[in-house]
């Protein structure tokens, strides 16, 4: 048991899924987990550990943006023992060719700052991806037929952005979606020598406007969480 998630030793898999909501966790291993068991309830951030294709798995909530992510991130590496981590959720499109519904995956995460910010001071970090996961997850999406882009994302501290000019320096240097995670759930990887990635879908998009109708919502994630268990077991 930590702080934050309230798992006995050993009820944590070495794989672990991270969507933002933990409505999200529920609905995925009811759906995709065989055996699921709740393992955490601790402030209502859900986790459940169950089997996929008789792989271990948990999946648990991450709350929205870097300083929740990185508690339970936190913990899972260094109390659990996660060695693989992969965050599912959504991101705003900011390329044209980047469109609503799309997978990204996220070879890269710019950041303006993650809590582990203060380690490196003047450096600039450059938080990426693990490459057999990335790879792996591209060969699925491939096989499941999402339209899917590789490369840079940037991941924002604020969904309610004031900063116009960030995103338009962000879009001129081709960085496709942004999000809210990924760049401190890499940089905690690299730290202590894991595997990373985040799948994302496409849910709105800072160009056009245009959103996911909530209809399409649960096919989206569907896939996420195929993608990411896929590139897991690879
Ligand atoms: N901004 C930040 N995070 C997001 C967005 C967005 O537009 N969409 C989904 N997650």
Partial sequence: MTIHIGANPGDIAETVLMPGDPYRAKWAAETFLKDAVCVNQVRGMLGFTGTWNSHRVTIQGSGMGMPSLSIYANELIRDFGAQTLIRIGSCGGMQDHVGIRDVVLAMTASTVSTPS??????????????????????????????????????????????????????????????????????????????RALAVLTVSDHLKTHEALPAEDREKSFGDMVEIALTAAFA
């Avoid at 490459?131 to 997850?137: D, E, N, R, T, V």
């Avoid at 924002?156 to 960030?166: A, T």
């Fill in 117 to 194: 910010r203060g380690i490196f001071r003047e450096l600039s970090f450059a938080p990426c991806a693990d490459w057999g996961l990335l790879s792996a997850a591209a060969a699925a999406a491939q096989t499941l037929g999402a339209k899917t882009h590789v490369g840079g994302i940037y991941s924002s501290d604020v969904f309610y952005d004031e900063r116009p000019d960030l995103n338009e320096q962000m879009e001129r240097h081709g960085i496709l979606a942004v999000e809210m995670e990924a760049a401190e759930l890499y940089t905690l990887a690299a730290r202590y020598g894991r």
